[in-house]
Protein backbone atom coordinates (compact mmCIF):
# COMPACT_ATOMS: atom_id res chain seq x y z
CA UNK A 1 0.00 0.00 0.00
CA UNK A 2 1.27 3.05 -0.79
CA UNK A 3 -0.20 5.83 1.71
CA UNK A 4 -0.58 9.36 0.92
CA UNK A 5 -0.01 11.01 4.91
CA UNK A 6 -2.91 13.14 5.85
CA UNK A 7 -1.68 16.06 8.04
CA UNK A 8 -3.38 19.28 7.58
CA UNK A 9 -6.52 20.52 6.85
CA UNK A 10 -5.66 22.03 3.53
CA UNK A 11 -5.24 18.62 2.71
CA UNK A 12 -8.89 17.66 3.85
CA UNK A 13 -9.96 19.95 1.55
CA UNK A 14 -8.45 19.02 -1.63
CA UNK A 15 -9.55 15.25 -0.85
CA UNK A 16 -13.14 16.13 -0.72
CA UNK A 17 -12.37 18.12 -3.92
CA UNK A 18 -10.79 15.37 -4.92
CA UNK A 19 -13.48 13.14 -4.90
CA UNK A 20 -15.56 14.54 -6.86
CA UNK A 21 -12.91 12.84 -9.63
CA UNK A 22 -11.23 10.09 -7.89
CA UNK A 23 -12.34 8.07 -5.07
CA UNK A 24 -10.80 8.96 -1.72
CA UNK A 25 -10.19 6.51 1.32
CA UNK A 26 -8.88 7.36 4.98
CA UNK A 27 -7.72 5.15 7.06
CA UNK A 28 -7.77 6.79 10.60
CA UNK A 29 -4.87 4.70 12.79
CA UNK A 30 -3.94 4.84 16.38
CA UNK A 31 -0.44 4.31 17.30
CA UNK A 32 -1.40 3.07 20.42
CA UNK A 33 -3.62 0.17 19.77
CA UNK A 34 -3.25 -2.99 18.95
CA UNK A 35 -6.38 -3.62 16.57
CA UNK A 36 -5.42 -0.54 14.27
CA UNK A 37 -2.10 -2.12 13.78
CA UNK A 38 -3.81 -4.96 12.45
CA UNK A 39 -6.22 -3.55 10.56
CA UNK A 40 -3.29 -1.51 9.48
CA UNK A 41 -0.82 -4.64 8.31
CA UNK A 42 -3.47 -5.76 6.88
CA UNK A 43 -4.29 -3.07 4.63
CA UNK A 44 -0.96 -3.30 3.93
CA UNK A 45 -0.14 -6.28 1.85
CA UNK A 46 -2.38 -4.97 -0.11
CA UNK A 47 -1.87 -2.69 -3.65
CA UNK A 48 -3.83 0.44 -4.10
CA UNK A 49 -5.87 -0.09 -7.30
CA UNK A 50 -5.69 2.58 -9.91
CA UNK A 51 -7.76 5.72 -9.93
CA UNK A 52 -8.26 5.34 -5.63
CA UNK A 53 -6.05 7.94 -3.01
CA UNK A 54 -5.29 6.05 -0.28
CA UNK A 55 -4.79 8.25 3.49
CA UNK A 56 -3.01 7.44 6.18
CA UNK A 57 -3.79 9.69 9.44
CA UNK A 58 -2.34 9.34 12.24
CA UNK A 59 -5.12 10.35 15.22
CA UNK A 60 -2.72 10.46 17.80
CA UNK A 61 -0.76 12.99 16.42
CA UNK A 62 -3.30 14.87 14.34
CA UNK A 63 -6.66 14.70 16.54
CA UNK A 64 -7.79 17.35 15.72
CA UNK A 65 -7.87 16.91 12.08
CA UNK A 66 -9.53 12.92 13.07
CA UNK A 67 -12.41 14.67 14.68
CA UNK A 68 -13.16 17.62 11.79
CA UNK A 69 -13.36 13.80 9.95
CA UNK A 70 -15.46 12.74 11.92
CA UNK A 71 -17.84 16.16 11.63
CA UNK A 72 -17.62 16.68 8.26
CA UNK A 73 -18.46 13.64 7.25
CA UNK A 74 -20.81 12.44 10.08
CA UNK A 75 -19.30 10.28 11.42
CA UNK A 76 -18.88 8.45 14.86
CA UNK A 77 -15.22 8.94 15.74
CA UNK A 78 -13.46 4.85 16.34
CA UNK A 79 -10.08 3.87 15.64
CA UNK A 80 -9.35 2.09 13.61
CA UNK A 81 -11.85 3.54 11.04
CA UNK A 82 -11.61 3.38 7.24
CA UNK A 83 -13.84 6.31 5.36
CA UNK A 84 -14.89 6.00 1.69
CA UNK A 85 -15.36 9.78 0.62
CA UNK A 86 -16.70 10.13 -3.46
CA UNK A 87 -18.31 13.27 -4.13
CA UNK A 88 -17.75 15.21 -1.22
CA UNK A 89 -19.62 12.68 0.88
CA UNK A 90 -18.47 9.52 3.21
CA UNK A 91 -20.31 6.60 1.01
CA UNK A 92 -19.16 3.72 3.24
CA UNK A 93 -17.44 3.72 7.32
CA UNK A 94 -16.29 0.94 8.83
CA UNK A 95 -14.16 -0.03 12.43
CA UNK A 96 -12.08 -2.23 13.93
CA UNK A 97 -12.15 -6.01 12.66
CA UNK A 98 -14.63 -4.66 9.97
CA UNK A 99 -12.02 -3.57 7.98
CA UNK A 100 -11.21 -5.26 5.15
CA UNK A 101 -9.77 -4.24 1.68
CA UNK A 102 -11.53 -6.38 -0.37
CA UNK A 103 -14.97 -4.62 0.89
CA UNK A 104 -13.09 -1.26 0.41
CA UNK A 105 -12.35 -2.24 -3.22
CA UNK A 106 -16.39 -3.23 -3.40
CA UNK A 107 -17.92 -0.33 -2.03
CA UNK A 108 -15.81 2.01 -4.55
CA UNK A 109 -16.40 -0.10 -7.43
CA UNK A 110 -19.93 -0.33 -7.29
CA UNK A 111 -20.10 4.05 -7.37
Given at each position: MNWIPLTDEKQLDEVVVNSNT???VIFKHSTRCSISSMAKNRLDKKNAPDGINFYFLDLI???NLS????REFGVVHQSPQVLVIENG???YHESHSGIHFDEIESVVMEQ
Open positions: VPQQYRNRIAKCV
